[in-house]
T-cell receptor, first 114, second 110 residues
Framework: DSGVTQTPKHLITATGQRVTLRCSPR?????VYWYQQSLDQGLQFLIQ???????AKGNILERFSAQQFPDLHSELNLSSLELGDSALYFC?????????????FGDGTRLSIL | TQLLEQSPQFLSIQEGENLTVYCNSS?????LQWYRQEPGEGPVLLVT?????EVKKLKRLTFQFGDARKDSSLHITAAQPGDTGLYLC??????????FGAGTRLTVKP
């Protein structure tokens, strides 16, 4: 058990809809990362937050947004969903930001767009 | 575009065999991590290497960081079915960004 909790585990919705994925980081971790994993693209970094502030942005679409709240949990919002958004979405957390910090991953949310 | 290239993409071997998987980049890493991911779960950190030429051992797994810090390898001795999974390398860059490779999917048959 990594200590990182992601909800929901599975989400099925239709094109054009909007969903919110939630992540509770491991106790004591201040930094949260979001990743998208699909079969043909591997693990793609989306965005990172540290102590409530956006710290780094990766390949995140404009239709996607995220935030980290004062209690350090984070939400990833996906809107105007397209078939290609079907993927596993992972949240990870670390004590501090920094490329050498070990990241602890949740078990992911599987998003299926019909 | 993947900044890290992992090879091979797929590897299927018999129990007891040895194997090596590779992680390469044209950029210099400030650090490099190896993760293993099993179906239905998130990646789990195996090791972090930070010094060029560094070698770390974790039971039957040996991790090596290239002298120039642009590549790394993971060698597994006497593979077991429990080693089956997706092995991901993640490279850290001087701007504190970290990027994952696409992974090597290993299957060890009993």
């Amino acid at each position: 058990d990594s200590g990182v909790t992601q909800t929901p585990k599975h989400l099925i919705t239709a094109t054009g809809q909007r969903v919110t994925l939630r992540c509770s980081p491991r106790s004591g971790d201040l930094s949260v990362y979001w990743y998208q994993q699909s079969l043909d693209q591997g693990l793609q970094f989306l965005i990172q937050y540290y102590n409530g502030e956006e710290r780094a942005k990766g390949n995140i679409l404009e239709r996607f947004s995220a935030q980290q709240f004062p209690d350090l949990h984070s939400e990833l919002n996906l809107s105007s969903l397209e078939l290609g958004d079907s993927a596993l979405y992972f949240c990870a957390s670390s004590v501090e930001p920094g490329a050498h910090q070990p990241q602890h991953f949740g078990d992911g949310t599987r998003l299926s767009i019909l | 575009t993947q900044l890290l290239e992992q090879s091979p993409q797929f590897l299927s071997i018999q129990e007891g065999e040895n194997l090596t998987v590779y992680c390469n980049s044209s950029s210099v890493f400030s650090s490099l991590q190896w993760y293993r991911q099993e179906p239905g779960e998130g990646p789990v950190l195996l090791v972090t290497v930070v010094t060029g030429g560094e070698v770390k051992k974790l039971k039957r797994l040996t991790f090596q960081f290239g002298d120039a810090r642009k590549d790394s390898s993971l060698h597994i001795t006497a593979a077991q079915p429990g080693d089956t999974g997706l092995y991901l390398c993640a490279g850290g860059y001087n701007n504190n960004d970290m990027r994952f490779g696409a992974g090597t999917r290993l299957t060890v048959k009993p």
